[in-house]
């Protein structure tokens, strides 16, 4: 099992409520949150104490790109889907505009979940909150 995980460094107070109401309303369509049974990866993020997100996941067979090895465009998803529900817990709608990665070593399906704070770049434009009526 692979857990996506992403800490972020501190910024507006984050929830789970803000988290689960901002995806139901900007991000109802999700790939790697829709069930798999609707054809997507089924993760189900969820807000963590310190400021980051977690979503536990075991992939299957046939989304690994060599035997015991994630297909590297899943592992940017998982990555992708972390950072976008990060800023969700904060009530921030955002979209992704471009994601470059390096990878340094495979991602198994087996591994252990590794907090990524370190590799993440500050926005280059300040965020704006969601623009969402009752915001919890």
Same mark, same amino acid.
């Not at 790697?32 to 997100?53: E, N, T």
């Not at 399906?109 to 280059?124: A, G, I, K, M, Y």
């Given at each position: 099992?692979?857990?996506?995980?992403?800490?972020?460094?501190?910024?507006?107070?984050?929830?789970?409520?803000?988290?689960?109401?901002?995806?139901?309303?900007?991000?109802? &369509?999700?790939?790697?949150? !829709?069930?798999?049974? =609707? +054809?997507?990866?089924?993760?189900?993020?969820? %807000?963590?104490?310190?400021?980051?997100?977690?979503?536990?996941?075991l992939c299957p067979a046939a989304f690994q790109g060599f035997d015991?090895?994630? &297909?590297?465009?899943?592992? !940017?998803?998982?990555? =992708? +889907?972390?950072?976008?529900?990060?800023?969700? %817990?904060?009530?921030?709608?955002?979209?992704?505009?471009?994601l470059s990665m390096r990878y340094r070593r495979p991602l198994r399906?087996?591994?252990?979940?590794?907090?990524?704070?370190?590799?993440?770049?500050?926005?280059?434009h300040q965020p704006q909150p969601a623009q969402t009526p009752n915001?919890?």
């Open positions: 099992m692979t857990t996506a995980r992403i800490m972020p460094a501190a910024a507006a107070a984050p929830t789970e409520d803000r988290r689960r109401f901002v995806q139901r309303q900007a991000h109802p &369509h999700c790939f790697a949150c !829709a069930a798999a049974a =609707d +054809g997507g990866l089924g993760l189900a993020f969820r %807000a963590l104490a310190g400021g980051g997100v977690a979503a536990d996941w015991g090895i994630l &297909h590297g465009g899943l592992t !940017a998803t998982l990555l =992708d +889907g972390a950072m976008v529900h990060v800023l969700f %817990a904060r009530g921030i709608v955002a979209r992704t505009a471009g399906p087996s591994d252990r979940p590794e907090p990524v704070n370190r590799s993440l770049r500050p926005f280059r915001l919890p």
